[in-house]
């Protein structure tokens, strides 16, 4: 990040922290995830749990984990060894619940009833470690997907603990469930905050009153770990992840930008035909492995290849939020980057768009300053207590 970015972002952060009070550390803190804490590829929640462990007693709970599970590619089987036992990592306590079978959308209007039945008999909870977490805990955590059809189990076990939940994705992009998707249009009122990463979620939410605006967070320590630069002299362009990767944009841009390097990092896709000899394709990395590509680039590429797509994506897409953190110009669709700054729109398929786009992306006379990018500690701050923080209101 530059220093002008980064000063400007920290004096906008500061101000929105100025009303915060410390928050308590006495707690008992229960999150109720698809996730598992131990897991090598990390989520949004994964540093929450672990922002939280500074703040008190932090415990994870691992849902719709089952035999079933070795057929879905779940990267929670290397931790299957560690399931339905209780253990420390990281300072968080960690719990992954295996079960015979685990409830999960059939698809099918036929199956309904019995889809229904397994998602009733699940929402039961019967595991005493989860009953007993629940009751212990003073705040709990829920991550969008499986985790809202506890509502009633934790109002009837612990009726006093804080519920927080906070939607990562919205419901319908995700396909759940009919029984989980009713559940929470039941439930959302009763919820005590609700935390949206995108003001755009709120349409999916069933409730006003209590939403919480919250963005992404970022390990601000990854700026010290992206050194030295992996790239010679000359300008650079970096693309990172596989989400509805379009090499289409590369064979246009390649051929019209001979003068710059492009890196495809991670794409899922093997090298195209039509790439140029200025375009370089590498296999998935290691997160860590791919923070120098994007910190000593000039420019970062989202080359999604639809625009039929949430817009709460422009706000929680991960590899925006780390061009923004390292100040990189992104070119990317019109849709992903409508008003947003220091990002560059183009139409899908169209070189003159695309030219258009990276031409003024490379003139550093038309940038912008990136919005301002949270840690996670102050993500965490904001789901804690929301009414401490004029940046978290919603618009009524």
């Not at 709990?140 to 906070?166: H, M, Q």
């Not at 009153?209 to 970022?218: E, K, M, R």
């Not at 650079?236 to 379009?246: Q, W």
């Not at 919005?371 to 209101?393: C, G, H, I, K, Y």
Request: net charge neutral; glycine share 4%.
């Amino acid at each position: 990040m530059s220093n002008k970015a980064m000063s400007n972002a920290a004096a906008i952060i500061r101000e929105a922290d100025s009303t915060a009070a410390q928050t308590p550390f006495d707690e008992t803190f229960l999150v109720l995830s698809a996730h598992d804490y131990r897991s090598p590829r990390k989520a949004g929640v994964h540093f929450i749990a672990e922002e939280l462990a500074k703040r008190g007693r932090t415990r994870f709970f691992s849902l719709r984990y089952s035999f079933l599970s070795r057929y879905t590619a779940d990267p929670r089987l290397t931790l299957d060894a560690e399931a339905n036992r209780i253990d420390i990592h990281n300072g968080v306590e960690c719990y992954l619940w295996k079960t015979l079978i685990h409830p999960f959308n059939t698809r099918r209007n036929w199956l309904r009833l019995a889809e229904t039945w397994m998602y009733r008999w699940y929402s039961k909870g019967q595991n005493s470690v989860l009953h007993q977490w629940i009751q212990e805990a003073s705040v709990i955590i829920l991550e969008s997907g499986v985790a809202p059809v506890f509502f009633d189990l934790i109002k009837r076990l612990n009726p006093d603990a804080t519920i927080v939940y906070r939607a990562s994705d919205a419901l319908e992009t995700i396909n759940v469930a009919a029984y989980v998707n009713d559940t929470f249009t039941r439930i959302a009122a009763d919820i005590h905050t609700i935390v949206l990463p995108s003001k755009a979620l709120a349409e999916t939410i069933p409730s006003s009153h209590n939403l919480a605006f919250v963005p992404q967070g970022i390990d601000y320590s990854i700026a010290e770990k992206a050194d030295p630069s992996p790239y010679g002299p000359g300008i650079h362009a970096v693309s990172i992840g596989s989400m509805l990767f379009d090499p289409s944009f590369f064979i246009l841009a390649a051929k019209n930008f001979p003068n710059i390097h492009f890196h495809i990092i991670g794409s899922g896709q093997p090298r195209h035909s039509e790439y140029g000899t200025n375009v370089s394709v590498y296999g998935e990395m290691p997160f860590a492995q791919t923070l120098p590509y994007i910190k000593h680039a000039q420019l970062g590429i989202a080359p999604y290849s639809s625009n039929n797509m949430p817009a709460y994506l422009r706000d929680t897409s991960l590899k925006l939020l780390q061009y923004d953190f390292f100040s990189l110009p992104a070119i990317c669709p019109t849709f992903i980057a409508a008003d947003y700054p220091n990002r560059y729109g183009y139409q899908i398929g169209n070189a003159e768009s695309i030219t258009q786009a990276i031409n003024h992306a490379l003139n550093p006379h038309a940038r912008s300053i990136p919005r301002p990018v949270f840690s996670w500690s102050q993500v965490t701050d904001r789901m804690l207590a929301p009414q401490l923080f004029r940046d978290t209101e919603m618009a009524v």
